[in-house]
């Protein structure tokens, strides 16, 4: 594609040679003549110097370079659309394969791809569009939108519902059973788990995602949600539009998430606690309570970002500390000896 059609398509202003055949989008490092590479960072300019890209992305306001150019105002969400434009992702061949198990009654689009050895259970809905990759696993009762990629070895359990554009990755599985026990003296006796998984429009779940049914009603997840890899989310959650969840996250039941919140990695959230709207978690906190809208919130429990940064200089300066309190005791101990007491 020239780099002249590319800057119409994405938005960009052109700044030099608009007949350029571009190719790939690669890494400054390994671009070539016919490449399309990405300089976010200022501190990347140095090894722009020595790169054979033949185009790049760059922030409006920087300096002229010596090669030419898409300009933006947001470079990483260009470098993302540039990536889709120039490395589609392979359309599989429409229709389901031969090792393929299906339900008779099941109802698959016809440009529907279902891969080998795929099971798909009764009363299946799959999308027009809708890819099942190999060893897919489709209970009964599954409702899955347009242009979804479940890609192999996803296990989605009895009664699940996908909205449109949804991508699971390996491994995920969605409407396994919530952890529900009894206690009746002795031992645990499980309570039964009969509702469901609900994913919205344009959600990505990474691979090894564990997402559990509800006990009663649905555990739901909205629209626009990116969940890394390896995240447990227990039953009856819901998690608001636009949230990032990131990897080894673990939500525990009935949690309400609200919208564009960010739960950065290793993240513990304790049951029946309300995370408002825009709200920061940072990485290996411990949400123990509610947590009020556009909080950004640190540690083990969690508390206000200002007050954690207060407390960590205050262990900082323990050993310091220690040393003072053991000369104060000693002082003291001193000043008692020649008082006689």
Not at 189 to 204: A, F, H, T
């Amino acid at each position: 594609m020239r780099l002249g059609e590319l800057a119409e398509r994405l938005g960009c202003r052109l700044e030099g040679d608009g007949g350029l055949e571009i190719r790939a989008v690669r890494g400054l490092e390994d671009a070539g003549p016919r490449d399309l590479s990405l300089v976010a960072h200022e501190r990347y300019l140095s090894c722009l110097q020595t790169s054979a890209a033949g185009a790049v992305i760059l922030p409006e306001s920087w300096p002229a370079v010596d090669r030419p150019a898409l300009r933006t105002p947001n470079p990483i969400l260009v470098f993302a659309r540039a990536l889709r434009l120039l490395h589609p992702f392979p359309a599989p061949a429409p229709g389901i394969h031969p090792t393929a198990v299906v339900a008779p009654d099941a109802r698959v689009a016809p440009d529907a791809s279902v891969g080998p050895l795929t099971v798909v259970g009764p009363g299946v809905e799959v999308g027009a569009g809708t890819m099942l990759d190999a060893h897919v696993t489709v209970g009964a009762g599954v409702r899955i939108g347009k242009d979804c990629r479940i890609f192999p070895q996803v296990v989605l359990r009895d009664g699940v519902w996908l909205g449109e554009r949804v991508i699971v990755h390996s491994g995920a599985v969605l409407g396994a059973d919530g952890f529900g026990f009894a206690r009746d003296g002795q031992c645990y006796v499980k309570i039964p788990q009969i509702g469901r998984v609900v994913i919205e429009d344009d959600v990505e779940i990474g691979a090894n995602v564990a997402i559990d049914r509800a006990t009663l009603g649905e555990t739901r997840i909205g629209r626009g949600t990116k969940i890394d890899n390896l995240v447990h989310i227990a039953h009856n959650v819901r998690v608001g539009p636009d949230t990032l969840i990131l990897g080894q996250v673990g939500i525990a039941g009935s949690s309400h998430i609200g919208s564009r919140v960010t739960l950065a990695g290793q993240v513990g959230v304790v049951d029946h606690v309300e995370i408002g709207d825009d709200v920061i978690v940072g990485s290996q906190a411990g949400v123990s309570k509610d947590i009020p809208a556009g909080s950004v919130v640190l540690g083990s429990p969690a508390v206000p970002h200002g007050e954690f940064k207060r407390r960590m200089a205050v262990v900082a300066r323990l050993p310091e500390m220690r040393k003072l309190v053991r000369a104060l005791e000693e002082r003291l101990a001193s000043l008692e000896a020649r008082l006689g007491k």
